[in-house]
């Protein structure tokens, strides 16, 4: 156990200080001292995605990230996709699409899903795989996944038009 | 666990020098936190190189590019001048694990892990990267082929770190490529990696490297491969001699990815593909 330090970062736009030890990974950090328990742990080791969040824009693993990294940097979790309280596209259409049982792995697939659509706001269904390939669901499959991103692109094109 | 996040490679350095427990280098983190998770490692000290402003950014430079240790491979991806002059390299770089994983890992990160299948490494050592060293008595450039000793093993002594690699210039009508072998698409780790690079002369190759991965203890500088193809305009004849040479330059294992023999002969078929790829770059004409 190390000593705790204490960190000054933003998560979804608002500062957050907290203080956590020198070796806890970011995941634990978000979850247990920030209360933000959208991500979600699986695997623990970079594999399974259900941790995604954004630093500084980057999409990354909040359990191969340490706590202690974030002092100074911009986090962004699932909690941030809401706008006043509605839903953003992306999940919506989850919902719409059936594109979740569990849901364990959703928050990852909804971050990770609205990093591809920033960068690429008509990627091909080839485009999503790649890009998910980060992302592992064990229930719903990919399928109804990939339309979801794919509605939500279109949704999200659309209303950039008007 | 104490972490430092230092604003300069010296101050870097005398951390890691004056450590006397274990100490390591936090860059990407994509191997450092997965081996602390597992355990079979318990660091006294990490010291973070992403404050380091010589370490966080891709340079032009007269002599070609320098890229920081801390730079991720997704920062590769977008660094045009970079992917046009070695698009092999970033190619490389870009193969590995997922776009989480690419956020944060580096180059110089899967240098140090020394993984006798690190995807960027064989494509580096073709390209003619060098490692800048800093340590204590001072900075260091070798080829990236003298980094890695063995599985895991490196030859930077204690307190040294990686500051950057260099990339040359490309002499004009260069070419790079490289191609793995993995079961699935992405997300998967090499059976057999081959980076190439060539530079053409009159529409024949005039000079060439041609380095091997995931088929020896590491990745390998293949010269009998590079005179095979030396003084050719990348005939059926070069081409075949090429995947000899390769064959031949092989000390593989068997595992669960691949058999031994198997990547033997796989060897040969990717640097084939690739040497074609590398050629067409350069912009030779079969």
Redesign the interface.
């Known amino acids: 156990m ?1 000593n705790a ?1 204490l960190v000054s970062t933003t998560i979804n736009g608002d500062t957050v200080e907290f203080a956590c ?3 806890e ?1 970011l995941l634990d950090s978000l979850r247990d001292r920030v209360g933000l328990t959208g991500v979600k742990e699986g695997c ?4 399974c ?1 259900a941790c ?1 969040v954004t ?1 500084d824009g ?4 909040s ?4 706590g ?2 974030a ?1 100074g940097r911009a986090i962004g979790t699932v909690e941030g996709l809401t706008e006043n309280g509605d839903l953003h596209p992306l999940q919506q259409n989850f919902i719409d699409h059936a594109a979740l049982q569990c849901g364990i792995c959703t928050p990852g697939f909804l971050v ?1 899903a609205k ?2 659509l920033d960068r690429n706001p008509n990627p091909t269904e080839t485009e999503i795989r ?2 998910l ?3 592992l669901c064990r229930c719903t499959g990919y399928d109804k996944i990939v339309r979801a991103v794919q509605a939500s692109a279109k949704d999200l094109r659309k209303a950039k038009k008007r | ?3 430092e ?1 230092p604003a300069s490679t010296k101050e870097a350095v005398a951390l890691l020098a004056q450590e006397k427990g274990s100490a390591f280098v ?1 860059a ?3 191997d450092l ?2 081996r ?3 355990e079979l490692i318990e ?1 006294d000290l ?1 010291v ?1 190189i ?1 404050r380091i402003p010589a370490m966080t950014d891709i340079r032009v430079t007269e002599k070609g590019f320098r890229i920081g240790a801390a730079v ?1 491979a ?1 920062q590769l991806g977008r660094h045009k001048a970079l992917c046009k002059a070695w698009p092999g390299v970033v190619e490389a770089a870009n193969l590995i ?5 690419q ?2 890992c580096t180059v110089v990160g899967n240098l140090c892990n020394a993984s006798p299948a690190a995807d960027s490494v064989p494509a580096l050592v073709a390209a003619g990267a060098k490692a800048v060293i800093v340590g204590r008595n001072g900075r260091r450039t070798v080829p990236v082929e003298k980094v890695i000793t063995g599985p895991g093993r490196t030859s930077l002594e204690k307190g040294e770190v990686i500051e950057a690699l260099t990339l040359p210039k490309p002499a004009s009508r260069t070419g790079d490529a490289y191609l793995r072998f993995t079961p699935r698409t ?2 998967d780790i090499a059976v057999v990696g081959v980076g190439i690079s060539l530079a053409l002369e009159r529409g024949t190759v005039k000079k060439a490297r041609v380095c091997l991965g995931a088929v020896a203890p590491t990745p390998i500088l293949v010269p009998a491969a590079a005179r095979a193809l030396i003084g050719s305009k990348l005939d059926d004849v070069a081409l075949a001699r090429l995947a000899t040479a390769c064959s031949a330059a092989c000390n593989p294992i068997d595992d669960k990815r691949g058999t031994a023999a198997y990547r033997i002969r796989v060897a040969g078929v990717l640097a084939r593909r690739a040497a074609t790829i590398a050629f067409q770059r350069a912009g030779g004409k079969a």
């Open positions: 190390s330090v030890p020198a070796d990974v623990g080791t970079g594999d995605g995604s630093l980057e999409l990354v693993c359990c191969l990230v340490l202690v990294e002092d990770a990093a591809l790649y890009a390939a980060g992302n | 666990m104490r972490y996040s936090l990407g983190g994509t936190l997965v602390m998770k597992a660091p990490v973070d992403k991720s997704a694990g997922s776009d989480q994983i956020g944060r992405e997300m």
